[in-house]
């Protein structure tokens, strides 16, 4: 169905399953577009003809939202962007708080699929560059992400949010959309996360000015997944993201070393403290139960980032600290699934 399912709209008419694909997607998208026109006429002479606004303030929330759907599926993201903050105003109004989570949840999309198109011109353009620099027998260093893609992520975490906020008082009656946004919102955080510290790093090894709010909000989102994680009872992606954690403040701490003075070198011995916390943490075992292939795997990563880090401090040699990073050191270039 392409029609809101949380609280329960009705379908919208439609006769787009009479006709062909092409044809029939466009009758889908007037359809919407005639019934949201209706409604919304019918909200303007609702005192005249007796309707209940509320329940057309609810129609009209739902044809917007389908509008706003078929607009994502045809890759319109503006128009679908519109749509949904049409929908979800719509829904507030009429007092819905359920499906107006829902249209936050598909807004939250809208964001991702931005970040996604960020991410495959950055490659595309990547690639090209990286034949040539190869060609030439140039050094290549890891591409940072751009400020346009951590803040779509950061839009798409925001939205998601606010729809579990939204749908958080009434978890009981919706458990299964409950449970979905704190693991959609988990991820959103994850990858956040770890795109921000994958930018910090990188901008470390290039010797760039230190960029204190990225490393807040890395520190912020991976906490966050960290604790959604736990909520949903995820013992390894709980870990995980403890893992992560320390590894941005060791990146922290080694930064804070490296640029000498007694100011530089008290933070760094803070932000080492907290690294050691979250790999105490990280490195805890499980309260119940042997751990998972995945919680050891983790666990030796965990040893590994450490090894590596007490390494390349006592100056133990370049070789052996890039054969160390290279084996499980470093925030994956982009997050995995």
């Known amino acids: 169905s392409d029609t809101l399912t949380a609280g329960g709209v009705a379908p919208l008419p439609s006769l787009a399953g009479a006709l062909g694909s092409e044809t029939a997607a466009l009758s889908r998208?007037?359809?919407?577009?005639?019934?949201?026109?209706?409604?919304?006429?019918?909200?303007?002479?609702?005192?005249?003809v007796g309707a209940d606004p509320p329940a057309l303030v609810r129609r009209l929330g739902g044809g917007l939202n389908q509008r706003g759907r078929?607009?994502?599926v045809a890759g319109e993201l503006r128009a679908a962007e519109a749509s949904f903050r049409d929908a979800f105003a719509a829904f507030s109004h009429a007092s819905d708080p359920v499906n107006a989570a829902l249209v936050l949840v598909n807004?939250?999309?809208?964001?991702?699929?931005?970040?996604?198109?960020?991410?495959r011109a950055r490659s595309s353009c990547r690639s090209a560059t990286l034949q040539a620099l190869v060609a030439a027998g140039a050094a290549v260093l890891e591409e940072v992400p751009t400020a346009e893609e951590v803040e779509q992520l950061a839009e798409a975490a925001r939205q998601q949010r606010r729809a579990v906020d939204a749908i958080r008082p009434l978890r009981g009656a919706q458990p299964s959309f409950y449970l979905a946004s704190v693991r959609q919102l988990a991820d959103d955080e994850r990858e956040l996360g770890l795109t921000l510290l994958a930018a910090i790093e990188r901008s470390a090894e290039r010797g760039a000015e230190r960029a204190e709010p990225a490393f807040g909000r890395a520190a912020e989102s991976l906490g966050r997944a960290q604790a959604l994680n736990e909520e949903l009872g995820e013992a390894a992606r709980a870990q995980e993201m403890a893992r992560w954690q320390g590894f941005l403040?060791?990146?922290?701490?080694?930064?804070?070393?490296?640029?000498?003075?007694?100011?530089?070198?008290?933070?760094?011995?803070?932000?080492?403290?907290?690294?050691?916390?979250?790999?105490?943490?990280?490195?805890?075992?499980?309260?119940?139960?042997?751990?998972?292939?995945?919680?050891?795997?983790?666990?030796?990563?965990?040893?590994?980032?450490?090894?590596t880090f007490y390494l390349s401090s006592s100056g133990a040699g370049a070789g052996a600290t890039a054969a160390a990073g290279t084996a499980g050191g470093g925030p994956p270039a982009r997050a995995p699934p």
């Not at 577009?33 to 909200?43: E, S």
């Not at 807004?107 to 991410?119: L, N, Y």
């Not at 932000?271 to 795997?297: C, K, N, Q």
Request: hydrophobic content about 35%; proline content about 2%.
């Open 29 to 48: 998208a007037g359809n919407v577009q005639d019934a949201c026109g209706c409604y919304y006429w019918a909200l303007r002479l609702s005192d005249k």
């Open 70 to 72: 078929l607009a994502l």
């Open 107 to 119: 807004h939250a999309t809208v964001c991702r699929s931005r970040a996604r198109s960020k991410q």
């Open 249 to 307: 403040y060791l990146v922290g701490a080694r930064r804070e070393r490296g640029g000498g003075g007694g100011r530089g070198r008290t933070t760094a011995s803070s932000r080492l403290t907290l690294a050691l916390r979250h790999y105490d943490r990280a490195l805890s075992p499980p309260s119940e139960g042997s751990a998972s292939a995945a919680m050891e795997e983790c666990a030796a990563a965990c040893r590994l980032d450490l090894a």
